[in-house]
Every structure is written in structure tokens, then in C-alpha cells.
């Protein structure tokens, strides 16, 4: 039975600490700032990232809505992407490549514990695997 392990929305402030300020700082100039703000925000609410024990589902959007989901046991590549003040904050970028694309079919940035992911990812795309074969 499939359960869910993970379930995030991208961040602000910790993904892009200096954007955030300046952001900030850009309110008075004709709310500038806060146009800015909206829109991340609006960006990051209609994102989410769920990992169950069977899949990784991207959806987006807030009117539009866009889904992209790929099964665990057809991950032929994760790659998990972070500058220096995106580990100091736990965020980062995340890349899914699936045995049926040339390219990653999910990315992601600015998602919290992105690691959390690979590790997530990395257990059950092994155990289900070695469960496929008949092996445990």
C-alpha cells in the first residue's frame, strides 16, 4: 500500500536568503518589493513535492495545474543540487531521471531537506527492486 514519506512546498526566505531582503527592501520603491514577493510567493504555494513509498509526484500551479509523477522503480538518476548558503538552510535543487527519458523528467529548486529525498528515493527504489525479482 503506497504511503506518503514526504510532502513540501519550495521556501523563500531560506532558499534565497539576499533576494528575500532585497525584495523586502524594494516595498517603498512603488511596492516594487512586494509585487516581487507576491509572485514568488504565489510560485512557491502552488508547487508541492510529495514522496510516497511507490513515487515522486510534482504538481503544479494554482489555476493551470500541471502533475508529473515518476515510479520509484524507474529512477535511473537523482541528482540533488545546493550552493553554500543552500546547505547551510537545508534547501535545495532536485533532479529525477526516469529509464524512459534522456533528461530528468522532475526538478524541483528551493525544496526543503532535498536530501531527504535522495535518501527516500535511493530506499525504495532498491527495495522495490530486489522485491520485483523475488529476492529479500
Not at 523586502?24 to 510560485?43: D, F, K, N, R, T
Not at 504538481?59 to 546547505?87: D, F, M, P
Amino acid at each position: 500500500m503506497e504511503q506518503p514519506l514526504y510532502e513540501e512546498h519550495p521556501v523563500m526566505f531560506a532558499a534565497h536568503p539576499l533576494l528575500f531582503l532585497i525584495s523586502l527592501a524594494l516595498i517603498p520603491v512603488y511596492g516594487l518589493g512586494l509585487l516581487i514577493l507576491l509572485s514568488w510567493w504565489l510560485q512557491c504555494l502552488g508547487t508541492t513535492v510529495t514522496v510516497t513509498t511507490q513515487r515522486t509526484v510534482v504538481r503544479k500551479g494554482i489555476l493551470a495545474k500541471y502533475t508529473n509523477e515518476v515510479y520509484h522503480e524507474h529512477v535511473r538518476n537523482i541528482r540533488v543540487g545546493q550552493s553554500i548558503l543552500q546547505r547551510l538552510f537545508g534547501v535545495g535543487l532536485v533532479e529525477i531521471a526516469s529509464a524512459g527519458s534522456a533528461d530528468h523528467e522532475i526538478a524541483v529548486a528551493d525544496l526543503p531537506r532535498a536530501n531527504e529525498i535522495k535518501a527516500i528515493v535511493d530506499r525504495y527504489r532498491t527495495s522495490g527492486a530486489v522485491g520485483a525479482l523475488g529476492f529479500r
